[in-house]
């Protein structure tokens, strides 16, 4: 078996999983589009943009051709963002080994089909076993893995055997890794926190304080859970790495792409302004315009999604959209099916 892996592309959580790859003795091809930071990581050995401060492995090696990148490599780890996943699947066709094992670590839907990622991937490689096909998700702050922090994550696949390949692929002292069969659930975890991590920093913003942001998360996990069942999951792994712990580092933690550009909007910056100050993919933005599509699609009620969609595209007050969130009609805390699925209300 070839000792090569492929990690396509160089932003933060790419470069970051390249080093994990490092550290566990592999030859990594990194591949960007950009030259300039090819010569960089070859020459410099770092990633400032996305990285800053932080030595890479003599290991990693950049490339911007992807024939080079993904020809004969035992695996190939994607880390391209929603928007451009389905026109790097098309263009890696072409020198993909038909036995590679495939690792997508992207957290979003693609927008228009509102396609899941391995959706995709399955669309664009025909001739690939879905069986090879794995998703990695889970609290996971690239700022934090780079240094070697303690990081635990989950992969899932349809096939044991390839969740527990992709296992071994990444584990290590400092990076822990758990398999799970779940592949839908796991990818809407990780698709649905980013919104809720965007309503906890505009919380933030508005100054509402850790009651108001305990009370998000909570109902946000109701929402991802009522989504995520929907969507052929199963509720408990919302309750796993892929579920609370990865709302839990998104909503609570400045490292968070999506906290950042929420608090912005909390303070009252408008989208563009907060989209153009970040200067990297906010996934969540488009999750949640994907996911207000979904839950109307599906009838599922998501009134934080609601909310936050009418924030960033209706010009809606970020203060109004939460007390129309506290005014909203009285309910119970648990869904009525789960009543009847369990002991029913006796008070």
Same mark, same amino acid.
């Given at each position: #078996? &070839?000792?090569k892996? $492929?990690?396509?592309?160089a932003?933060?959580? =790419?470069?970051?999983l390249?080093? %994990?790859l490092a550290d566990?003795?592999?030859? %990594?091809?990194?591949?960007?589009?950009?030259e300039?930071?090819?010569?960089?990581i070859?020459?410099q050995?770092?990633?400032?943009?996305?990285?800053? =401060?932080?030595?890479? &492995?003599?290991?990693?090696?950049?490339?911007?051709?992807?024939?080079?990148?993904?020809?004969? !490599?035992?695996?190939?780890v994607m880390?391209?963002?929603s !928007?451009g996943m389905?026109?790097?699947?098309?263009?890696? /066709?072409?020198?993909?080994k038909q036995? *590679?094992?495939? @690792?997508?670590?992207?957290?979003?839907?693609e927008?228009?089909?509102?396609?899941r990622?391995?959706e995709?991937?399955i669309d664009?490689?025909?001739e690939m076993?879905?069986?090879?096909?794995?998703?990695? $998700?889970?609290?996971?702050?690239a700022?934090?893995? @780079?240094? +070697?922090?303690?990081t635990?994550?989950?992969?899932? !696949?349809q096939?044991?055997e390839?969740?527990?390949a992709a296992?071994?692929l990444?584990i290590?002292s400092y990076?822990r890794?758990?398999t799970?069969?779940d592949v839908a659930g796991?990818?809407?975890?990780g698709?649905l926190?980013n919104?809720?991590?965007?309503?906890?920093?505009?919380?933030?913003?508005?100054?509402?304080?850790d009651?108001? +942001? *305990?009370?998000?998360i909570?109902?946000?996990?109701a929402? @991802?859970? /009522?989504?995520?069942?929907?969507m052929?999951?199963?509720?408990?792994t919302?309750?796993g790495l892929?579920g609370?712990g990865?709302?839990?580092?998104?909503c609570?933690?400045k490292h &968070?792409?999506n906290w950042?550009? =929420?608090?912005?909007l909390?303070?009252?910056?408008?989208?563009? *302004?907060?989209? *153009?100050?970040?200067g990297?993919v906010?996934e969540?933005? +488009?999750?949640t315009k994907?996911?207000?599509?979904?839950?109307?699609?599906?009838q599922v009620?998501?009134?934080?999604?609601?909310e936050?969609?009418?924030? #960033?595209?209706?010009?809606?007050?970020?203060?109004?959209?939460a007390?129309?969130? #506290?005014?909203?009609? /009285?309910?119970?805390?648990?869904?009525?099916?789960?009543?009847d699925? !369990?002991?029913?209300?006796?008070?």
């Open positions: #078996m &070839s000792n892996v $492929s990690v396509l592309v932003g933060s959580w =790419g470069t970051a390249a080093s %994990v566990n003795g592999k030859k %990594v091809l990194l591949w960007s589009r950009n300039q930071q090819v010569q960089e070859n020459q050995h770092t990633n400032a943009r996305f990285l800053p =401060g932080v030595e890479l &492995s003599p290991l990693i090696v950049a490339t911007n051709s992807l024939q080079e990148a993904v020809e004969d !490599a035992e695996a190939v880390v391209v963002p !928007a389905r026109e790097v699947a098309s263009q890696i /066709r072409p020198f993909l036995d *590679a094992l495939l @690792i997508h670590a992207t957290k979003g839907f927008t228009g089909t509102l396609k990622m391995t995709v991937l664009e490689l025909p076993d879905p069986a090879r096909l794995v998703v990695l $998700s889970g609290p996971s702050h700022e934090e893995v @780079i240094r +070697k922090s303690p635990t994550v989950v992969v899932a !696949a096939n044991l390839a969740a527990e296992q071994d990444l290590n990076f890794v758990y799970n069969p796991v990818e809407v975890g698709a926190k919104i809720i991590g965007l309503s906890a920093g505009l919380i933030d913003g508005l100054g509402f304080g009651n108001a +942001k *305990a009370a998000l909570t109902r946000g996990l929402e @991802i859970t /009522r989504l995520g069942t929907r052929g999951a199963n509720p408990l919302f309750a892929a609370i990865d709302l839990i580092a998104t609570t933690s &968070s792409r950042r550009a =929420g608090y912005k909390g303070q009252g910056f408008p989208l563009d *302004a907060v989209l *153009a100050d970040m990297m906010v969540g933005v +488009k999750t994907n996911a207000h599509e979904l839950s109307r699609r599906l009620t998501m009134p934080i999604t609601d936050l969609f009418n924030v #960033m595209f209706a010009g809606k007050s970020p203060k109004l959209a007390q129309d969130l #506290m005014g909203r009609v /009285r309910t119970h805390e648990i869904e009525e099916n789960a009543f699925a !369990a002991t029913k209300w006796q008070g």
